[in-house]
């Protein structure tokens, strides 16, 4: 196993909540069904990439109900959304459980207002040091896959082969393997434990008193 | 009925899956468990059926090297871009799927005991659907026991 010195949280689906869930909660009244199927379509998807890389989020807001066809202003979306997003704390009480010698990087793919008013996102700073959050709309790339892998190594100036990439996305993660850059996929507190604890990214003390999920 | 005798529980439920298929994992463990904690069945068995010719259900670990292997292998054994003979038909354009579907399979069974799943810790319940559009899929899922 390679030594890991950098490791990259993409945020979304790990620190806080997925921005799936928050979309589906700015939308009360609206099927569970409709919903699912949009967020699963490839229109959305293009939406998404579009706020990752920086688009408008009025943009975003606007078309999620458009493409649901549901009477729902730009501005209530976005406010649902924020209201609907945080910060998991049990997420980060294992990240500050690394071995004190790995740097951990937030990829952070929502906007910049939005993530500045998670509930919480305070605590990150315990964490993850400023300059080790990275805002995706600042990156100028053209698409996330692969320009965000060279972009992460990029910034975090560490060897592509000891950088790892933690995301809930299995495709993203996928594409990672495929671009050279190590990468695990995570749903969940559990599976982030089991995947320190398998890695050995944790401290000896953190290890004595945990056992795998 | 006679007394003492074993009341055998069956209940079904069916699941719809939004996928945009070209390899797409969807991990089911967690919808399946809720199923059979909600069932009532303390021991018995469930299985987990995919309703489509073009995709497959699992057991194995949801790790991204492993998938992107499965995928590798797929790819290896059923690429997307032979010439199938079953777009002569030219209603789809999905050999490939229908090829890996039928290397896997479209059910798996897990034991129930003392109301949960008994998967090993490293045990996933992942339907891999290979379709080429975006479409809703079906999953069956049936818990029979006591």
Same mark, same amino acid.
Request: glycine share 10%; net charge negative.
């Given at each position: 196993? =390679? ?17 799936? #869930? ?5 939308? %009360? =009244? ?11 379509? %490839? ?5 998404? #990439? ?5 688009? #408008? %989020? ?13 009477? +729902? ?7 649902? @959304?924020?209201?609907? /997003? ?6 980060? =009480? /294992? @990240? ?5 010698? @790995? ?9 910049? +207002? ?22 995706? #709309? ?7 896959? %692969? ?32 671009? =050279?850059?190590?990468?695990?996929? @995570? ?25 795998? +999920? | ?5 074993? &009341? ?36 018995? *068995? ?35 871009? *032979?010439?199938?003979? *079953? ?22 069974? &897990?034991?129930? &005991? ?17 379709? $080429? ?5 079906? &999953?069956?899922?049936? $818990?029979?026991?006591?």
């Amino acid at each position: 196993m =390679g030594q890991t010195d950098a490791i990259f949280f993409w945020a979304d689906g790990i620190v806080h909540t997925p921005l799936q #869930e928050a979309v589906a909660a700015a939308l %009360p =009244g609206t099927s569970a069904g409709a919903i699912a199927r949009y967020l699963a379509s %490839p229109v959305y998807k293009d939406a998404r #990439e579009q706020l990752a890389l920086g688009g #408008e %989020p009025a943009e975003f807001c606007m078309h999620v109900p458009d493409a649901l066809h549901v009477s +729902a202003g730009a501005e209530a979306v976005q406010a649902g @959304i924020t209201a609907a /997003l945080a910060v998991c704390p049990e997420a980060l =009480g /294992l @990240i500050g459980s690394l071995e004190p010698g @790995i740097r951990p990087w937030l990829v952070v793919d929502i906007p910049r +207002a939005w993530f500045e008013r998670l509930p919480f996102a305070g605590t990150l700073a315990g964490c993850f040091s400023c300059e080790r959050i990275l805002f995706l #709309e600042d990156a100028g790339l053209p698409s996330l896959v %692969p320009g965000a892998f060279e972009y992460l190594v990029a910034a975090s100036g560490t060897e592509r082969g000891r950088c790892l990439l933690l995301d809930s996305s299995l495709r993203r993660a996928m594409a990672a393997l495929d671009a =050279g850059l190590p990468a695990g996929i @995570i749903l969940g507190t559990r599976r982030l434990q089991r995947e320190f604890l398998l890695r050995r990214l944790v401290s000896q003390q953190y290890v004595m008193h945990s056992r795998p +999920a | 009925m006679r007394e003492g005798a074993v &009341v055998m529980k069956i209940v079904s439920a069916q699941l719809e899956l939004s996928s945009d298929g070209n390899f797409n994992v969807i991990n089911l463990t967690d919808r399946v468990s809720e199923f059979v904690s909600g069932s009532g069945v303390q021991d018995g *068995h469930v299985y987990v059926f995919y309703q489509h010719s073009t995709g497959s259900v699992i057991i194995d670990e949801f790790e991204a090297g492993i998938m992107s292997d499965l995928k590798e292998m797929l790819d290896r054994l059923a690429p997307r871009d *032979h010439p199938y003979k *079953h777009h002569i038909r030219a209603v789809d354009y999905n050999g490939h799927a229908h090829l890996r579907a039928a290397l896997m399979q479209a059910e798996v069974g &897990v034991p129930v &005991v003392g109301g949960k799943m008994a998967l090993g810790t490293y045990q996933d319940i992942l339907v891999i659907d290979d379709q $080429v559009d975006y479409e809703p899929r079906y &999953v069956v899922l049936q $818990v029979m026991g006591e």
